[in-house]
C-alpha cells in the first residue's frame, strides 16, 4: 500500500511538473509571439514611378499626376492624369512568383492622353468600318494588378478579331469612376466622344453594398492571447469564410448609414451610402444609360461580377440573392445581363486573386470569364 501511495505520489509530481514545463513554454510562446510585428498578408501593394520613386497620393496630387475628373459626377472624384506612367508593386515577389510580375512584384500602367489605360492611338476619330465596345467599370475593367494585355478587356477584343473584325475594345476602367451612377455620368459626359457601337457596364458587388474593399470580411474578436488567435486563424472559420446560416445580402442591403460608417463598410469618399443598390441609385442609373444608348441604337449590356470569395469545391457563396436581385432588375428594364459568377464558382476563391492582400481578378480569373464575356457581346450585338 505504501508502495503504491509513493508510486502515485511520484506520478502526480511528474504530471505537474509536465504542467508547468507546458505553462511555461506557452508563456513564453506568447511573449515571443508578442515581440514579432503583427502578421500581414503576402503581396501588399504599393506604386513606383518608373524611376522606382514611391508615390504618395497627396504628393501625386501636388504634382498632377493625379487630377480632379473633367466632367460633371455625383461626388468628387479623381483619376490619374492623362499620359502618366507608373508600376503597380507588390511585396513578396520572391515567395509568390506570380509570373505576370517582374522580378520586384511590379506591374506597368500607362494611360494614354485621353487618361485611360488604353493605347496611345486611340482617340474620337473611329475608323471608318470600325466597331468600338466601350467598357465601364472600375478595377475589375481597368484590370488592376495585371498587364493591360491579361485583362478580360483586351481578352474580349482579341476573340472577337478572330474571325477579321476590325472590332476594338476600349478600357474606361477607374478612370474616374467607382459606381454605378458614376459610369453613367462618365459615359454621357466623356466617354461618348469615342462613338461606342455597344456599351458594357461592369457592375462589381462593392458597387451595391457595403463592404469591405473587394470582400465582406467578419474577422472573430480577439481574445487576448496572440498564441490563442493565430492558433483559431489556422483551424477555425477565416473572416471569408461567412456563415451560412445567415442572410448576409439581406443584412447588408438593410444596413443603416450610420451602422455602416461605423464598422467601416461605406466609405463617403469612396462606396458612398447614397450610391447603393438600397437606395436605388444603381438601378436607376442603368435605366438612364439605357435610354441614353437606346437612342443612338447602341446595345447597352450589363456584367456582373462576384466577391472572389466562398468559391471553390465545398464552399458556400454567402452572395447568390443580391445576383439574383440584379438579374430581375435587368430583365424588368430590357437590358441584357450576364452574370459572371458561373464561370468562376468551381475555382477555389484563393486561386483568383492577384495577391493574398489583394484580391483583384488575376490572369486565371480573367481567362475563365472570358467565354461567357464574349458569348455574351456576340449574341447581344450579332458581331
Known amino acids: 500500500m505504501a508502495e503504491t501511495k509513493m508510486r502515485r505520489r511520484r506520478g502526480m509530481a511528474a504530471a505537474a511538473v509536465a504542467l508547468a514545463a507546458t505553462v511555461a513554454a506557452l508563456a513564453l510562446a506568447e511573449l515571443a509571439l508578442r515581440q514579432l510585428p503583427a502578421a500581414r498578408p503576402l503581396g501588399e501593394l504599393s506604386y513606383e514611378l518608373p524611376d522606382g520613386t514611391r508615390i504618395e497620393f497627396m504628393k501625386a496630387i501636388e504634382q498632377g499626376r493625379i487630377v480632379p475628373v473633367p466632367w460633371e459626377t455625383p461626388r468628387p472624384r479623381y ?44 482617340d474620337e476619330n473611329k475608323t471608318a468600318g470600325q466597331r468600338r465596345v466601350l467598357c465601364l467599370g472600375d478595377s475589375f475593367t481597368f484590370g488592376w494588378g495585371i498587364p493591360v494585355e491579361q485583362n478580360w478587356v ?34 454621357k459626359n466623356r466617354f461618348h466622344v469615342l462613338q461606342p457601337d455597344a456599351v458594357v457596364i461592369t457592375i462589381c458587388l462593392n458597387d451595391l453594398i457595403p463592404s469591405s474593399g473587394l470582400n465582406v470580411l467578419v474577422p472573430p474578436p480577439a481574445t487576448g492571447l496572440q498564441l490563442l488567435d493565430r492558433l483559431r486563424a489556422v483551424v477555425g472559420r477565416r473572416p471569408i469564410d461567412l456563415d451560412p446560416k445567415f442572410d448576409w445580402v439581406g443584412h447588408l442591403l438593410a444596413m443603416p448609414k450610420e451602422e455602416g460608417l461605423a ?53 458556400w457563396y454567402p452572395f447568390t440573392k443580391l445576383h439574383e436581385l440584379v438579374a430581375a432588375d435587368c430583365q424588368q428594364a430590357g437590358i441584357p445581363f450576364l452574370d459572371v459568377l458561373p464561370s468562376l464558382q468551381a475555382t477555389p476563391s484563393e486561386d483568383l486573386w492577384v495577391t493574398p492582400a489583394d484580391p483583384h481578378p488575376n490572369p486565371l480569373a480573367q481567362r475563365l470569364a472570358l467565354p461567357a464575356i464574349a458569348a455574351f457581346v456576340r449574341a447581344q450585338t450579332g458581331w
Open 154 to 187: 483586351r481578352l474580349l477584343e482579341d476573340e472577337l478579331r478572330r474571325d477579321g473584325k476590325d472590332v476594338r475594345t476600349v478600357n474606361c476602367g477607374a478612370a474616374g469612376t467607382v459606381c454605378v451612377d458614376e459610369y453613367w455620368y462618365g459615359l
Open 79 to 122: 483619376m490619374i492624369g492623362p499620359g502618366q506612367q507608373y508600376f503597380l508593386r507588390y511585396t513578396d515577389q520572391d515567395v509568390l512568383r506570380r509570373d505576370w510580375l517582374d522580378e520586384r512584384g511590379r506591374v506597368g500602367v500607362e494611360n494614354n492622353r485621353l487618361g485611360l489605360r488604353e493605347r496611345a492611338d486611340l
Open 263 to 315: 464598422a467601416g463598410l461605406y466609405d463617403p469618399s469612396d462606396k458612398p451610402f447614397e450610391a447603393m443598390w438600397s437606395q436605388g441609385v444603381p438601378q436607376k442609373s442603368l435605366r438612364e444609360a439605357k435610354a441614353w444608348c437606346d437612342a443612338r441604337k447602341v446595345p447597352l449590356l450589363v456584367v456582373l461580377w462576384p466577391f472572389l470569395q466562398g468559391l471553390g469545391p465545398g464552399s
